[in-house]
């Protein structure tokens, strides 16, 4: 069964300062994909950023960015330029594709870190 | 914009209750499921269905059942609701294969 571990409970950061959140899975899989979520206080949980695992090239999106080592099963999140509206919690969620049955499109979640940004 | 419904953003219930859990999705995804948020456990995936009448078991099953009758709406039951089912629970949808889930607001249960 695939894990995923978000060792770091909370995290702070400035305002306009770069935070690195981590992320390391285990799977004995070889395709899969990785995301991460966005869960503001009260707020709807959104998705941030996916990578898939099969791309060697690291996916963007305009602050956001991953760090993915597929050989170290690491995939860690990155967002600069922290804005107070980056305060949420964030999850790492990792989903095995599996053809052919109806389960290919279940996720698996580390328990989130809390962010906190400070004016 | 894809929009995730759920019924009630809080309730409480008795102890011995049956409680139902509403969602509803608009973007005609095959797949929804349910999950439980609880501190320093993250989310963990209760049912999911990936086509009417159609459900799998996820990771904590036990006390709860699900319906879906039709594509939009997947209800999430507890028959005989207890205290350690008090949780936030947060439904989602997806389009079959390897896509994004998109998430409703949450139900905020407290069973007394």
């Known amino acids: 069964a695939q894990t995923v571990t978000q060792s770091q409970p909370e995290m702070s950061v400035q305002e306009a300062e770069t935070v690195t959140l981590s992320c390391t899975y285990d799977t004995s899989e070889s395709n899969y994909y990785l995301f991460w979520y966005k869960q503001p206080p009260s707020r709807q949980m959104i998705l941030v950023i996916r990578?898939?695992?099969?791309?060697?090239q690291n996916a963007t999106e305009n602050r956001f960015s991953v760090n993915f080592q597929k050989a170290a099963k690491s995939f860690s999140l990155k967002i600069s330029d922290s804005q107070l509206g980056d305060t949420a919690m964030y999850f790492c969620?990792?989903?095995?594709?599996?053809?052919?049955?109806?389960?290919?499109?279940?996720?698996?979640f580390g328990k989130g870190i809390t962010l906190s940004v400070r004016p | 914009d894809v929009k995730v419904t759920q019924s009630s953003r809080y309730l409480v219930k008795r102890t011995g209750e049956k409680v139902f859990l509403e969602c509803v999705q608009d973007m005609d995804h095959e797949n929804m499921f349910w999950y439980r948020q609880d501190p320093g456990l993250g989310l963990r995936l209760i049912y999911f269905s990936y086509d009417v009448k159609m459900k799998e078991k996820g990771d904590i099953p036990e006390g709860y059942s699900v319906s879906r009758e039709k594509k939009e709406r997947f209800s999430l039951i507890l028959e005989s609701a207890s205290t350690n089912q008090t949780s936030m629970y947060l439904c989602?949808?997806?389009?079959?294969?390897?896509?994004?889930?998109?998430f409703g607001p949450g139900t905020r249960l407290t069973v007394t």
């Open positions: 969620a990792f989903m095995s594709p599996k053809i052919n049955t109806g389960a290919n499109s279940k996720l698996t």
């Open positions: 990578q898939e695992a099969y791309k060697q």
């Open positions: 989602a949808s997806s389009f079959r294969g390897f896509n994004e889930q998109y």
